[in-house]
């Protein structure tokens, strides 16, 4: 909790989600799963780290998202396994499209987004690697309105694990 919470301010204060954080976390969690809960434990652990790399791939590949997004999230599956990391996913992007729909609003660039969601949808009809999705978002980054047309996605990580914690309490609570 304490590392998505200092990766989402690094993401919101400069887009950057540190390797010095999600590495000790990825590895951590599969350690302790690994020694607490044997090779089930240690299986588990693996297959929610490899989720949240997975489901976020195809993403960093289209030029939507960051890399560190990306290790972030399958560092969080390393701790919370398969299923909770697919619900942490589902948070985070109901999270991540409600503050898209916020910056539409606030931003009003209906018409650049129009053409971005072209863009995009040709990058994955022709597999975004060969269109240089790492120098795309290094240049919307260095923009002096990237407030306006980035989100961070460590921050809507942040977002969906205290909504996944407070609907798992509710739930266990009887």
């Given at each position: ?50 989720f ?16 560190g ?16 990391t697919?619900?942490?996913?589902i ?6 499209g ?26 994955l ?6 269109l ?10 260095n923009?002096?309105?990237?407030r ?13 694990t205290l909504a ?8 266990l609570?009887?």
């Amino acid at each position: 909790m304490v590392a998505a919470l200092i990766t989402a301010v690094t993401d919101v204060w400069r887009f950057k989600v540190y390797n010095i954080l999600t590495v000790p976390l990825l590895v951590s969690g599969l350690v302790y799963h690994g020694v607490v809960g044997g090779m089930h434990g240690l299986g588990g652990s693996l297959l929610g780290a490899f989720f949240g790399f997975a489901v976020l791939l195809a993403f960093y590949v289209m030029g939507g998202m960051g890399a560190g997004d990306v290790k972030l999230m399958s560092a969080i599956g390393a701790w919370l396994g398969l299923p909770l990391t697919f619900h942490l996913f589902i948070a985070s992007s109901l999270a991540a499209g409600v503050y898209s729909v916020l910056l539409l609003v606030v931003g009003r660039s209906l018409h650049e987004t129009y053409v971005n969601f072209q863009i995009l949808w040709l990058r994955l009809v022709v597999l975004g690697r060969h269109l240089g999705a790492g120098q795309r978002i290094e240049a919307e980054v260095n923009r002096p309105d990237r407030r306006y047309r980035l989100v961070p996605f460590a921050a809507m990580v942040m977002i969906g694990t205290l909504a996944l914690f407070a609907l798992n309490k509710l739930v266990l609570v009887p």
